[in-house]
C-alpha cells in the first residue's frame, strides 16, 4: 500500500512516536499542580513550547497549543477579529483557504462582519496587490494560506505581510502545510499549524499571536494556555508534536529537494502517459510534497477507488467525491477543470519506486474509469447547424463526455448547446472548451437548469 | 511516591496505553477518507463511540468526542442554550460546579442571559426541591454534577433529571467525576465527561446529546463529529479514551468498595490524629476515592508543600494555594473551614499501606506548619473587656490564628474584633468560632477592610 495523501494527514514521524511513548509516563499530571508529577509535567510543557516557539520563529510565551490547526484557526481568527473591534469589522481571506478560514469567515459574515474574498490566478495563487487592494480604513484581520492544501501552490505570504504591516493590518497565515518546512517569512502577526500534517500526532494545533497584536480571546474564561485554548493540555500528544517538528525540520532542506524531483516527474510524465490531463498549481512556486491533476471524462470518486484497488491512496477536490456534490472551492476559484481531479501529496521518505509503480498504474485506472462511464473515442464529423446535448439529471462528468461526443456532429462555426443542472458543469465544460481549443460562448439559464454553448473552432 | 490526586488527572491506565499505542500504527489517517488507511482509521472511530455510548448509556449517534471534558461542557452548554433560545434565556446551575460550567455561565450572563445559582447544603450537596423552585416557564437548561470534584459529594442527579423532565427543561449532567465509576441514572438531556479522570489519556472529552433534545453547535461549521467538535480527530487518544474506559468499569464495583474503606478510614482516623480539622463532604452520599478536610491555623500551600517532600502529591481548595488568593467556590458555598485545605483523591489500585503511611505523616506535617505559623498553645486567661485585633493586611490562616491566641485573653462574654481585608477570613472566621463553640456575632465595614465580631462563650 503507497500512502500519498500527506496533505491530509502524514503517518506519524519515528520520534514522535518515541515522544509520545516516553512522556506517556511523565506527561499525564496537571501541569498547574505543583507537587513532583505536576512539575514534572509543566516542564515537558515547557520545553515543548519552546522547541515549537523556535520553529516558528516566535517567543514561547507567544506560542499556545490548541486541540487541532481547526481549532487554532476558529480561536485565532475570533480572537484578533474581536481584538480590534475598534477598528472596523472587515476581514480579508483569499478564495482558496483552508474550510476553518473560509468557515469562520461566513460565521463573522453572518455576525455582522463584512468580508473580501481575495481572488487567485489560474495557478492558485493570490496578487501581493490584491491584498493591497483590498485593505480598508476598518480591517481588522487578513487570513493569507503559506502555500495551498489542495494544488500545492505557494503563496506570497512575506510579501503581503510586509503590505498588511505598512497598513497596519494583523496577517494570520495558516501555515499548516508548511511548518514542518520550513519557518514562515515576513512580518506576519498570527499563525496557525497543525502537528498531524508535519508527522506529529493528531490532537495538537499550534497559534502564535505575535506581542503587541490586539487579540481577545472568546468563549467562556479558562485560565490554561494563556486563557486561549480551554482544556485540560494534550501533553503527551504536544510533546510528541513539538519532538517531531524538530526532527523534520532537521531533514527537511534534503527531503524537500528529492520529493520535489519525485514530484517533478509526475507533473511531466501524467501528461504523457494520459490523454486529456490537466496538471494544475503554479509549477515553479509550490510544495516539495504535492502535485494535482484533473483527468476529463473521469469521475473522481470512482478513479479514487480504482487506485486505492491498486494500492494507492490519494484524495481528490473533485465534484463527484465531496459529501456535498459539488466542485472543490479551490478549483472552483482556479477555474480549472475539476473533473476527474487527483492530489498526489508524498510524505516524507516517499520511495521513488513507490511513484514509478503509481505512473505505471495510473494510465490503466483511468481507461477502466472512463471505458465504465462510455467516454468518447474519435466520431465522424457530420454536418448540421446546431445541437442540444439534453444532459439534465446527470453528474458530472456526463454532461461533458456527451459534449465531447457530439461537438464533431457540427459543423466548424457551429454551436452545441449542453442542458445540465450539474453545478460542476459550470467549471467543466470551460474548462474543456479551452483543453480542446473550442470557444465556450456562455451560458443562459433554460428550464430546470442552465444552457451552456460551446462554439466548434476545429 | 504515592500520587493522591486522581481527581485532577489519573495515572494512564494500562489498558489505555496499549490501546494508545496499537491505534498508532492503524489510526493516524483521515477518517473522512476513502482508502484504506481512511477505512480503517473510520473503523476505529466507530468501535470507539460504541464502547463509549455503551457505557455513558446513549446510543453512538448521540455522543460525540471532544478535545477535552472543558470544551464538552462549553460546547454543551452553549449549543443547549442556543437550540433552546426561542423558550427563553434563563439557566440554572448549581453553586459548585466545575469552573468550565460556571464560566460558561458567567459568558451566557455576560451576553444577556439570565442565570440562577442554586445553593448547597454544608455537605455540598443541591437539595432536589432546589432545582424544582428554580425552573422557570424561560428556562432553557439546567446544569448539574454527578458528584462535586473538590469534596466528593454525590449530587441527586437522577432525582433532579425526573424535575427537569417533568418541566420540559433539559439537564446537562458534567459527569466528569463519576463516568468511570459507573453511568449516570436518571433521564437525563446532555452529559459530558472527561478521559483523563478515568485514566484515559488527555486530549478527549465526551459530549453525549440526546436525540430530540434542541441542539445548536456555535463557531465557525464544521463537518466532524456530528459538527459538534470542530477539527481532526484526535484518534489513537479516542481509541485509547474509550477502551480504558471500557477497562475501569470492569474494576469499578470490586474497587470502589476497597478505596471506600481507605477514604473512611481517612475520614475517621484524621481527626484522631490531628487537632482541630473539619472533615467536610457528605459522609455518606460520596465519590469512593474522595475525601477532603481542613486544618486550622494551616496555610494550606505550605502543608501541600510539607506533604510533597513527605512524597504526597494532594491538592487544595484552600484560599492560599489559588493563583487568585480567593477560597476555593465550593468551600464558600458549603460555609465550611477553608484554611489549610487538603483534598485526597486516591487512584485505582492505590495500595493500603500508602494510606497508612500518609496517615503517619500527615499529624507531622501539620504540626511544622503551625509551628512556622506561631499557631497558638493554651494561654492563661486574662479579665478584658474588649479586644481588637489588626490582621490588615495578613493573609489566610494568620488572622484565625491570632483571634486564637487572644480569644483566651477576654473574659467569656466579651468580644474580640478582628480587623482583616482577606477575603478567606469571612469563611474562616465563623468556620472557627462553629469548630471552637464561640459565638460569630457578624462582620461590619471598618477602614481598610472588615472587622469580625467574635463573642467568647467557654
Redesign the interface.
Known amino acids: ?1 503507497s ?1 500519498f ?1 500527506a496533505a ?5 514521524h519515528p520520534v514522535a ?1 518515541q515522544a ?2 516516553a512522556s ?2 511523565e506527561g ?3 501541569p498547574a ?6 512539575r514534572r509535567a509543566r516542564m515537558l510543557l515547557d520545553a515543548a513550547r519552546e522547541a515549537a516557539a523556535e520553529a516558528v520563529g516566535c517567543r514561547p510565551d507567544e506560542l499556545t497549543f490548541t ?5 487554532a484557526v ?1 480561536t485565532g481568527m ?1 480572537g484578533a477579529l474581536a481584538g480590534r473591534r475598534r477598528v472596523g469589522r472587515h476581514l480579508i481571506v483569499s478564495a482558496v483557504e483552508h ?2 478560514v473560509l ?2 469567515a ?2 463573522w459574515e453572518t455576525a455582522g462582519g463584512a468580508v473580501t474574498t481575495v481572488a487567485v490566478d489560474r495557478t492558485g495563487a493570490v496578487a501581493v496587490e490584491a491584498y493591497e487592494t483590498a485593505v480598508r480604513p476598518d480591517t481588522a484581520l487578513a487570513c493569507l494560506q503559506s502555500a495551498n492544501h489542495e494544488v500545492g501552490t505557494e503563496q506570497p505570504v512575506a510579501a503581503v505581510a510586509e503590505v498588511c504591516r505598512a497598513a497596519g493590518v494583523p496577517l494570520l497565515v495558516d501555515a499548516a502545510q508548511t511548518l514542518g518546512w520550513a519557518a514562515v517569512a515576513g512580518p506576519w502577526s498570527l499563525l496557525t499549524a ?1 502537528a ?1 500534517k508535519w508527522g506529529g ?3 495538537v ?1 499550534l497559534l502564535a499571536v505575535r506581542k503587541g497584536v490586539r487579540f481577545a480571546a472568546q ?5 490554561r494556555e494563556s486563557g486561549r485554548a ?8 504536544i510533546v510528541a508534536a513539538a519532538a517531531s517538528l524538530r526532527a523534520v525540520r532537521a531533514e527537511a532542506a534534503q527531503e524537500a529537494v528529492r520529493l520535489r524531483e519525485l514530484t517533478e516527474r509526475i507533473r511531466a510524465r501524467v501528461p504523457q502517459l494520459v490523454a486529456d490531463v490537466e496538471v494544475v498549481g503554479d509549477p515553479v512556486r509550490r510544495l516539495p510534497g504535492v502535485v494535482t491533476f484533473s483527468c476529463l471524462y473521469v469521475d473522481g ?1 470512482t478513479l ?2 480504482e ?2 484497488r491498486a494500492g ?4 481528490s477536490g473533485s465534484s463527484c ?1 465531496s ?1 456535498t456534490l459539488t466542485p472543490s472551492h479551490v478549483l472552483r476559484a482556479m477555474g480549472v477543470l475539476s473533473e476527474g481531479n487527483v492530489r498526489v501529496s508524498l510524505p516524507a521518505g516517499t520511495p521513488a519506486e513507490e511513484v514509478e509503480r503509481f505512473l505505471s498504474v495510473l494510465p490503466g485506472a483511468v481507461a477502466v474509469v472512463r471505458e465504465k462511464l462510455g467516454a468518447p473515442v474519435p466520431v465522424t464529423v457530420r454536418e448540421r447547424d446546431a445541437l442540444v446535448v439534453n444532459a439534465l439529471g446527470k453528474r458530472c462528468p456526463i454532461p461533458v463526455i456527451e459534449l465531447a461526443k457530439v461537438i464533431g456532429d457540427v459543423q466548424v462555426g457551429a454551436t452545441v448547446r449542453v442542458l445540465s443542472d450539474d453545478e460542476a458543469a459550470r467549471l467543466d465544460i470551460p474548462a474543456w472548451c479551452e483543453m480542446r481549443g473550442q470557444e465556450y460562448v456562455g451560458e443562459e439559464a433554460a428550464e430546470n437548469g442552465t444552457a451552456y454553448l460551446i462554439r466548434r473552432l476545429s
Chains 1, 2 share one sequence.
Open positions: 500500500m500512502y495523501d491530509s494527514s502524514a503517518p506519524l512516536r509520545l511513548l506517556l509516563d499525564w499530571a496537571d499542580r505543583l507537587y513532583r508529577e505536576g486541540s487541532s490547526g481547526t481549532r476558529h475570533a474550510s476553518s468557515h469562520s461566513e460565521d497543525s498531524h500526532p493528531s490532537g494545533g468563549g467562556p474564561v479558562d485560565e480551554a482544556g485540560f493540555e494534550n501533553l503527551p500528544a470518486e479514487l477507488h487506485l486505492d494507492f491512496s490519494v484524495s467525491t459529501s
